[in-house]
């Protein structure tokens, strides 16, 4: 219990610290946008091409755990689409929840596999996601399309974002490498090393910036049930999956992982630009990145991980 609370604590602190760099307006709002921009386009990238690139996916079951985080995702999709109708909420409202039921933060996922699970791990959390961001992303728009308010986008709006995205380049051009196999050059893997060490920090920091606790009081009830959706059904799911396919330990507890993250912040920009309820879409953001405090540590203790 004592190691996985020393591997969990430091990455919330440093939420924490994100949170009241700007809530002190210690740095000023103007700024922001650019910390997050070079976060996500420069050293996230740099921290995701070299563990791709460096792991070995075929000693760490990667087949069972993208089936079984793809599986778990999948359940959970389809059932807060079968209860679609038995939510007597507006339309807008409906798109953050489902957002909230399955999208999930990769600034706190990474991280916390690389403190849990160390390089291999890492490497493997990286290739994982590459492979759920698309499909959540292009399942993300399509429900947006459909019962977002004013329909602001569309498949075609999603694809452009995919083939832009920073993370899946990331991910592509290490499996290449890794693919490959070519070579390692030492003062190379040292510069991406530095790249990788700011990326951890510097995007906890930026997922502490983005929390905002104002909406949370006005929806506790319906926030609260995404949340546990979230935070305990999906990565249980995720886990069981995972195991089912043969998955072994380090497996199922990085699908765990993947389905405990708390809720991504890209889901209130959707959710602003495509007529969902974004203020309910940031205060689940922030419950969820709350309690996640709480919910990782027990479900790894739970289920005797690492």
Same mark, same amino acid.
Request: charged share 10%; proline share 7%; net charge positive.
């Given at each position: 219990?004592?190691?996985?609370?020393?591997?969990?604590?430091?990455?919330?602190?440093?939420?924490?610290?994100?949170?009241?760099?700007?809530?002190?307006?210690?740095?000023?709002?103007?700024?922001?946008?650019?910390?997050?921009?070079?976060?996500?386009?420069?050293?996230?990238?740099?921290?995701?091409?070299?563990?791709?690139?460096?792991?070995?996916?075929?000693?760490?079951?990667?087949?069972?755990?993208?089936?079984?985080?793809?599986?778990?995702?999948?359940?959970?999709?389809?059932?807060?689409?079968?209860?679609?109708?038995?939510?007597?909420?507006?339309?807008?409202?409906?798109?953050?929840?489902?957002?909230?039921?399955?999208?999930?933060?990769?600034?706190?996922?990474?991280? =916390? &596999?690389?403190?849990?699970? /160390?390089? $291999?791990?890492?490497?493997?959390? !990286?290739?994982? +996601? @590459?492979?759920?961001? *698309?499909?959540?992303?292009?399942?993300?728009?399509?429900?947006?399309?459909?019962?977002?308010?004013?329909?602001?986008?569309?498949?075609?709006?999603?694809?452009?974002?995919?083939?832009?995205?920073?993370?899946?380049?990331?991910?592509?051009?290490?499996?290449?490498?890794?693919?490959?196999?070519?070579?390692?050059?030492?003062?190379?893997?040292?510069?991406?090393?530095?790249?990788?060490?700011?990326?951890?920090?510097?995007?906890?920091?930026?997922?502490?910036?983005?929390?905002?606790?104002?909406?949370?009081?006005?929806?506790?009830?319906?926030?609260?049930?995404?949340?546990?959706?979230?935070?305990?059904?999906?990565?249980?799911?995720?886990?069981?999956?995972?195991?089912?396919?043969?998955?072994?330990?380090?497996?199922?507890?990085?699908?765990? =992982? &993947?389905?405990?993250?708390? /809720?991504? $912040?890209?889901?209130?920009?959707? !959710?602003?630009? +495509? @007529?969902?309820?974004? *203020?309910?879409?940031?205060?689940?953001?922030?419950?969820?990145?709350?309690?996640?405090?709480?919910?990782?540590?027990?479900?790894?203790?739970?289920?005797?991980?690492?």
């Amino acid at each position: 219990m004592s190691a996985i609370l020393l591997g969990v604590l430091p990455v919330f602190a440093m939420i924490a610290l994100g949170w009241a760099l700007k809530a002190s307006k210690f740095i000023p709002e103007e700024h922001w946008p650019a910390i997050e921009r070079i976060t996500y386009f420069v050293f996230y990238p740099g921290f995701l091409m070299p563990a791709v690139w460096k792991a070995d996916f075929s000693a760490l079951s990667a087949g069972p755990l993208a089936i079984g985080t793809i599986g778990g995702m999948a359940a959970v999709a389809l059932a807060v689409l079968a209860a679609k109708p038995l939510l007597r909420i507006p339309d807008p409202a409906y798109t953050s929840v489902f957002q909230g039921s399955l999208r999930w933060n990769t600034f706190v996922f990474l991280p =916390l &596999v690389a403190v849990v699970y /160390g390089p $291999a791990g890492a490497g493997l959390g !990286a290739m994982i +996601m @590459g492979a759920l961001i *698309p499909a959540i992303n292009v399942i993300a728009v399509l429900v947006m399309s459909r019962w977002g308010e004013g329909q602001g986008g569309g498949l075609k709006t999603a694809l452009r974002g995919l083939v832009q995205n920073p993370v899946l380049w990331g991910c592509g051009v290490g499996a290449l490498f890794n693919i490959l196999h070519v070579p390692k050059i030492p003062a190379v893997m040292s510069s991406l090393d530095l790249l990788s060490a700011a990326a951890l920090a510097l995007g906890l920091v930026v997922a502490g910036a983005g929390l905002n606790f104002a909406y949370v009081r006005r929806r506790q009830l319906l926030i609260a049930s995404v949340s546990a959706v979230k935070l305990l059904i999906l990565p249980v799911l995720m886990w069981t999956f995972t195991g089912l396919a043969g998955g072994d330990e380090t497996a199922k507890g990085i699908a765990l =992982l &993947v389905g405990s993250a708390p /809720g991504a $912040a890209a889901s209130y920009v959707l !959710a602003r630009q +495509m @007529g969902g309820d974004a *203020p309910l879409m940031a205060g689940i953001v922030a419950f969820t990145t709350a309690a996640s405090l709480v919910t990782i540590p027990a479900l790894l203790i739970l289920f005797h991980l690492p």
